[in-house]
């Protein structure tokens, strides 16, 4: 009687096509709604909080022109000192405008020519 050797009783096992199921098709694509989104939310929540009243901002620009203003007027006229203060307003004005506070800017600087106009003495 023949004897069989413990190679010949194995079957080759064959490989196996990969498949792309509906399943792991419909995984893949949940993954990747699910990536997209956080990456919105999270380049939506970095961005800069609103303060509670849209008119704050506005309201500190004027203040800070009037302060500007009467930093100028305090200096002694015809001196360096005023002019340097002068260009200062215009200066912050300026970089309000380069930044993007358009309304802002021009409540700063309007509230500025206004202090300077009430506040000098002209002849």
Known sequence: MATRTPNTTKRKTRKRKGRLRKGRITFVL???????????WLCRSCGDELTDSPTAPITEAAEAGRRDAAIAIS???GTMARQNALLRIHARHSELMHNGFKQAADEYLNAANNYLNTHTYRK
């Open 30 to 40: 949940f993954i990747l709604i699910l990536i997209i989104a956080g990456i919105v």
């Open 75 to 77: 200096a002694p006229e």
